[in-house]
């Protein structure tokens, strides 16, 4: 069972930056397909983000396309998301999630939480002055 860990969240300014590194215990992330998620009090869990396993396909969604930036570090063994120019709607907590499945071309189906298989425990971002 792959175990992944988030941190990096934290109490933020509207306008500023941080960076959440998710941790793989297991196997190195280029054996994964990765999804960044989030969910706010009383929302549906969201997908911000996916990086393939070779880091060649990518994905943004609109609401943090140009903000957010999804990448992989080989030596820490880390998939990482940067948050730029964080708004207030920003605000929830951040699961990294990891798949063995193919990103195929059906994006409805690996953008739902039920297609990936290893899930972090979260990490809360919070953007208020």
Do not use: H
């Not at 120019?85 to 990294?96: G, M, Q, R, W």
């Amino acid at each position: 069972q792959e175990k992944l860990v988030e941190s990096g969240g934290g109490l933020v300014q509207p306008g500023g930056s941080l960076s959440l590194p998710c941790a793989a215990s297991g196997r190195p992330f280029s054996s994964y397909n990765m999804g960044w998620f989030r969910q706010a009090p009383a929302k549906e869990r969201e997908l911000v983000a996916v990086i393939s396993g070779t880091g060649i396909i990518t994905y943004y969604a609109d609401s943090v396309k140009g903000r957010f930036t999804t990448t992989t570090d080989n030596a820490k063994n880390t998939v990482d998301l940067q948050l730029k120019s964080l708004k207030p709607e920003d605000t929830a907590a951040y699961y990294c999630a990891g798949t063995t499945k193919v990103l195929g071309p059906a994006r409805t189906m690996w953008s739902s939480p039920r297609f990936y298989d290893y899930w972090g425990q979260g990490t809360q971002v919070t953007v208020s002055s």
